[in-house]
C-alpha cells in the first residue's frame, strides 16, 4: 500500500544536527521509496507563534528549502512547499480547534517548556500550535508522519482530533488516523553542553548544537568543547546512565554511520574519550561538509528556490482544497 507522507519543519533557522538526525534524514529515505507519496512542509506559520523578524523569516524559509534539497530530497518526487501559501491550513486549524478539547492541549509539554513560567504572557498560537499540526497532517490523508522523538505527544493530540472529528459528524474514516515514524534509537538528539536538554534552535550557545552551515573547524570546535568526562569510554549500556553526554555523542556517531548503537558502544569501549572525538569529528565533516556547501551553493539560487516552493503550493493546494470543501460539507457550512 502507498504511504502517504506528511512532514514540517520550522523556518526558524539554525537548522541542526538533531533536525537532521531526527526528522530529515529519515524525509530523504522516505522520498527514494518509489512506494510513497511524500510532501515536506516549511511551517511558517507555526514558526510566528514565537516572534520572528519578518526579513529573516523570509531568508530562513529558502533555507530549509535549501536543507531539504541539499540532504537530498528530490523536488521532482515529492512536494515542498511553504504553510502560508496553502489557506486551507488556517482554516482547518480554526475548524479543528472547536473539535479539541482545552483538557488535552492543557496536557502538551512542549507549551509548558516554551512558554516557561511566564505562561501569560505567551502566545495563543504557541498554545494552540498542536491543533495546525493536526490539520496540516489532515488535510493530505496523510498515512505516516516521520518526526523527532519531541512531537510524539502532538501525534497522539492529532490522532485524538481525527477520531473525535470523525465520530462527531458521523463520518467514518473521514480524517485518517496517521501514524508517527519515530526512529527507534537515537530519535532525541541532546546539546553538545548538556546532556538532559534537547538539541535546538534558541538556545543561545551555539557551542550546544553543530549547524548544518557549519564548515569543519566549526564542526571539530564543537565536538572537542562538547560537555564529557575524563573516564575511559564506557563497555556497558549500565554504565552510560549517569553519562548522559557521553551517551549522547555515542548515539550521534551511530546515528550519523548508520550503526547500531551497541556495536558503537563496542567498537571505542575502553578507549581514550579524545580518540572517540577524532572519529566523531572526522565521519560528521564526511557527512555535514556535502550538505553545508550544497546549501551554501543553493541560497545564491534564488529564483530556482522560489520556484520550487511555487510548484509545491499549486500541488498542495490542489490537494488541501479539495479536502476543505468536504470538510465545509460534513460540518455544514
Ligand atoms: N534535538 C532533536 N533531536 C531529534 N529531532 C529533533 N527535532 C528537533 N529537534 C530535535 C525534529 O526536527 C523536526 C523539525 O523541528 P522544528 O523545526 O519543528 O522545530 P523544533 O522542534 O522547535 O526545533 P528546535 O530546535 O527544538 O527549536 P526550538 O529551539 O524553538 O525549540 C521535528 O520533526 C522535530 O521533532
Redesign the pocket.
Known amino acids: 500500500m502507498e504511504k502517504k507522507i506528511f512532514?514540517?519543519?520550522?523556518p526558524?533557522g539554525?537548522l541542526?544536527l538533531?533536525?537532521y538526525?531526527?526528522?530529515i534524514k529519515n524525509f530523504v529515505e522516505l522520498n527514494n521509496d518509489n512506494n510513497n507519496s511524500c510532501i515536506f512542509c516549511v511551517?511558517d506559520l507555526?514558526a510566528i507563534t514565537?516572534n520572528q523578524d519578518p526579513k529573516e523569516l523570509k531568508d530562513n524559509i529558502r533555507e530549509t528549502v535549501a536543507t531539504f534539497i541539499a540532504s537530498g530530497i528530490d523536488p521532482k518526487k515529492s512536494i515542498i512547499f511553504n504553510q502560508s501559501q496553502v489557506s486551507a491550513h488556517s482554516e482547518a486549524a480554526w475548524i479543528l480547534s472547536c473539535t479539541a478539547r482545552m483538557g488535552w492541549l492543557n496536557r502538551m509539554t512542549q507549551f509548558k517548556e516554551?512558554a516557561g513560567k511566564d505562561k501569560e504572557k505567551a502566545s495563543i498560537g504557541l498554545y494552540s500550535y498542536p491543533v495546525l499540526m493536526a490539520a496540516d497532517i489532515l488535510l493530505y490523508d496523510s498515512t505516516h508522519v516521520?518526526?523527532?522523538?519531541?512531537?510524539k505527544q502532538h501525534l497522539e493530540l492529532c490522532r485524538d482530533i481525527a477520531q473525535k472529528f470523525n465520530s462527531d459528524f458521523k463520518a467514518m474514516d473521514f480524517f485518517k488516523i496517521p501514524e508517527p515514524l519515530i526512529k527507534k534509537e537515537f530519535?532525541?538528539?541532546?546539546s553538545l553542553k548538556d546532556g538532559t536538554k534537547?538539541?535546538?534552535?534558541?538556545?543561545m550557545s551555539d557551542l550546544s548544537r553543530i549547524n548544518l552551515t557549519d564548515n569543519d573547524d566549526q564542526i571539530i570546535n564543537k565536538i572537542k568543547k562538547a560537555k564529557s568526562d575524563s573516564l575511559p569510554m564506557p563497555s556497558s549500556l549500565e554504565e552510560l546512565s549517569s553519562r548522559p553526554e557521553v551517551k549522547n555523542l555515542i548515539g550521534i556517531y551511530a546515528s550519523i554511520s548508520d550503526l547500531d548503537f551497541e556495536k558503537s558502544l563496542n567498537e571505542f569501549s575502553g578507549k581514550n574519550i579524545s580518540e572517540f572525538k577524532e572519529k566523531l569529528s572526522e565521519i560528521l565533516v564526511d557527512k555535514i561538509k556535502p550538505i553545508s556547501n550544497d546549501i551554501k551553493k543553493l541560497l545564491n539560487e534564488k529564483s530556482y528556490l522560489d520556484k520550487i516552493l511555487l510548484d509545491g503550493r499549486s500541488k498542495a493546494n490542489d490537494i488541501a482544497t479539495k479536502k476543505i470543501e468536504k470538510i465545509h460539507e460534513i460540518v455544514g457550512f
Open positions: 512532514s514540517g519543519v520550522q526558524t539554525n541542526h538533531g533536525n538526525l531526527g526528522a511551517v507555526h514565537v516554551k516521520p518526526v523527532g522523538d519531541d512531537q530519535s532525541r538528539i541532546m534537547k538539541m535546538s534552535k534558541s538556545e
